[in-house]
């Protein structure tokens, strides 16, 4: 048998298919199309309904659809700690297209090249090609729609589950599995009633059901029935009158029917992430989260007191949402048990935006009391630390719309008693603790050496200490640390003493703008005044935020208003001319260029290391903080959460001044984490970090953890100071002898 040789292989499209049937299925392929279509102008017209969007999400649209179509083809997301859902997702996406291009590819030659040009390509090798690629990728549709069954139905996966669950997500499973298990049965069907020519042994999968016909010899006329009637024994198929004919026109109608209901009701339901899912990744952000939308002088529609508020990134986002809970599983503030699920926020919305437009009665979008779409005590829970937009397969801007919902809580009053004391005194001091302005910089005191005042004289690093650093008992032996570290390296650098102020990064992502955009206003106005070529920050957050969101201030909107204390008019650094570092990138550039005298092999600690948040996912800054650990000759034995799957310390987005009943604290988790889960367990003897907020929590998370005899929390800078003493002390050791 030559099967690839056969220049005749081929098929009828409409095999049995009478010239009503022919004229009915296209009426119904019309209607189906304009159901679609319909649905499809539905979606896109409420989009525009939607407010405007603060960031560009159309420029270089080539370039935008290019790397989005990379990102959804190679799912990359999807295999983001997940093989499983990786594998599973890639099969079903693969399948789905292959199966989809196969159709267009039969359409283009019926109406096309054929019925214009006389040309027929569909046969042949191409034919006997086509077929094995489609069989192929039809199989590994089937197989993950199974894997997808499996996880749902039989492992029953507690990230799939919640209260957005409904039908609608078990008729879209099925109708997948239906449509791919009715294909290749058609399939079967159609090669058993044409009597199983050779060359169709390239459909493997429609051959083998093709197989089955014939074993259990299914009749292929429709004699079969008569010889029943007169007692001769056919397969039980005969003898029920049906013959492969018969069961092959089944099979093709009821596929087909399914098929065009499937089309036309994906803009109307689950189906419909197939394209705003593409959508939405084509209009992502790439600092989403990094930086978040201004709010206009005029307030014009930037909190959410409706829900026309949101912008129609906003509610793309929430149709983009396929319920799959990955952000749901990474979410802190979930495992905590804060009444907090990043994708029911997300959903709640959606939904109560299409109740709306289904003629419901309006509410309160967040409030206390449970009267609203969204409760307060929900918003006051998230930790602002993107692991939920990190997870997320499609690209959810979770942040924007959670932050325009604290706006909304901030300007409503509903913030927490404490939230509002930091508010006072960051208003009254400049610091988030109410203290003297004039006390900030007495944390150098102790030190052997002045600081140089960045005011008055030319330095390298303009350092922004922060107030942790300037105010905090544990956090000032840090600052001193790293003020050792620039001094040993023999780099100017200097401080703003009290002209330095709160940088009003968490502050923003719990809703008061506006005393941001004072504070903003005020360094920037301060720095102009300096002169440095770098900005080195202590905390990752006033490095996030002096990085990627000063430059996005608009400065002259506000200049004007009476109650802003600057007169700044400018954009700041908006093309990037100004490096801001954070300490452990500025350092690294020390060490590697020799500024520092370390060997390597000073300390001998085994240690593990957490990811700030705001350094690591938010700026991707994973290596710098590792090699300067390894510089001091620590063994570093990595969590098994870490770098951009890090578990936050539960102090972002407020949550360092506000008090929650958490069980367990996102700081014990961690900690414990470090001590039971990394290869050495209780072998570590210091857990490090590299953010005066962690340094706080994990502190707070060792006493009420009961970790307090079991491990050291460090900072990076006091294990590069204790290195370079021991590299001094082992220098004078050498010299002696």
Excluded at 152 to 178: K, Q
């Amino acid at each position: 048998m030559n099967v690839i040789a056969q220049a005749n292989a081929g098929r009828e499209t409409y095999l049995g298919i009478s010239d009503v049937g022919y004229v009915l299925f296209y009426l119904l392929v019309a209607i189906t199309l304009a159901v679609f279509a319909y649905g499809v102008y539905l979606r896109f017209s409420r989009y525009t309904q939607g407010d405007d969007d603060p960031f560009a999400r159309l420029n270089d649209l080539p370039s935008r659809i290019v790397s989005s179509a990379k990102i959804v083809l190679s799912n990359e997301k999807q295999f983001n700690r997940d093989l499983y859902g990786g594998l599973m997702h890639s099969f079903i996406l693969w399948g789905f297209l292959t199966l989809f291009i196969a159709t267009l590819i039969i359409g283009f030659e019926q109406y096309t090249t054929e019925l214009i040009f006389g040309i027929v390509f569909w046969e042949g090798d191409f034919y006997l090609a086509y077929q094995f690629i489609v069989d192929a990728m039809g199989l590994l549709f089937v197989v993950g729609i199974g894997m997808a069954m499996y996880r749902r139905y039989w492992v029953r996966n507690h990230r799939l589950w919640g209260r957005h669950t409904s039908n609608e997500d078990d008729i879209f499973i099925w109708t997948l599995f239906a449509l791919g298990v009715g294909g290749f049965l058609l399939e079967g069907a159609r090669i058993y009633a044409t009597g199983m020519p050779d060359h169709e042994v390239v459909s493997f999968v429609g051959y083998g059901i093709a197989m089955v016909f014939q074993a259990i010899d299914v009749p292929t006329t429709g004699a079969a029935l008569e010889a029943t009637v007169n007692g001769v024994d056919y397969s039980a198929a005969g003898a029920l009158g049906y013959n492969a004919e018969t069961i092959h026109w089944l099979f093709w109608w009821s596929h087909s029917l399914l098929a065009l209901f499937f089309v036309a009701w994906i803009p109307y339901a689950k189906p419909f992430h197939m394209i705003s899912s593409f959508a939405n990744v084509v209009t992502r952000d790439e600092k989403a989260g990094a930086r978040l939308p201004n709010v206009p002088s005029d307030l014009d529609a930037t909190n959410a007191e409706s829900i026309d508020d949101f912008t129609w990134k906003e509610i793309l986002d929430q149709d983009a949402c396929t319920k799959c809970g990955r952000c749901s599983s990474v979410c802190p503030a979930k495992a905590s048990d804060r009444p907090l699920d990043p994708r029911n926020v997300i959903l709640d919305l959606k939904k109560y935006r299409e109740e709306l437009d289904d003629g419901g009665e309006e509410k309160p979008i967040i409030a206390d009391g449970g009267t609203s779409v969204i409760n307060t005590e929900t918003m006051e829970s998230c930790m602002a630390c993107m692991a939920c937009m990190d997870a997320c397969p499609v690209e959810i801007e979770h942040l924007q719309s959670f932050t325009r919902l604290n706006r909304q809580m901030t300007d409503q009053g509903d913030i927490a008693p404490s939230m509002q004391d930091v508010f006072q005194n960051v208003m009254q001091n400049g610091n988030t603790f109410g203290d003297s302005p004039r006390d900030r910089a007495d944390w150098a005191d102790e030190l052997e050496f002045d600081v140089a005042d960045a005011r008055e004289e030319e330095v390298d690093y303009l350092w922004y200490v922060g107030d942790y650093p300037s105010y905090d008992e544990r956090n000032k032996q840090v600052a001193r640390s790293l003020a050792t570290i620039l001094q040993e390296a023999d780099v100017s650098f200097g401080i703003l003493f009290e002209d330095e102020k709160y940088d009003g990064n968490d502050i923003r992502r719990v809703g008061e703008e506006f005393l941001y955009v004072e504070l903003a206003g005020h360094h920037v106005e301060t720095w102009e005044d300096c002169e440095f070529d770098k900005i080195v920050c202590t905390d990752p957050h006033s490095y996030n935020t002096f990085k990627n969101e000063y430059p996005e201030v608009d400065f002259e909107e506000f200049a004007d208003d009476p109650m802003m204390p600057f007169d700044y008019t400018d954009e700041w650094n908006a093309d990037g001319d100004i490096d801001v570092l954070h300490w452990t990138q500025a350092v690294e550039e020390l060490v590697q260029g020799g500024a520092l005298d370390l060997s390597g092999t000073e300390l001998d600690y085994t240690v593990t290391y957490h990811d700030p948040c705001h350094l690591g996912r938010y700026n991707d800054e994973y290596e710098a903080p590792r090699d300067l650990i390894r510089a001091t000759g620590c063994e570093l034995d990595e969590m098994p959460r870490n770098r951009d799957n890090s578990f936050c310390c539960g102090g972002g987005g407020g949550g360092l001044w506000m008090d929650f009943e958490e069980e367990p604290k996102p700081s014990e988790e961690r900690i414990r984490e470090a001590l039971e889960d990394t290869d050495a367990g209780a072998g570590v003897e210091k857990f490090v970090v590299a953010c005066p907020m962690c340094m706080t929590m994990y502190e707070d998370g060792r006493k009420t953890g009961g970790y307090e005899d079991d491990i050291e929390i460090v900072d990076i800078a006091e294990l590069v100071v204790e290195a370079i003493g021991a590299e001094e002390e082992a220098n004078l050791e050498v010299a002696a002898d």
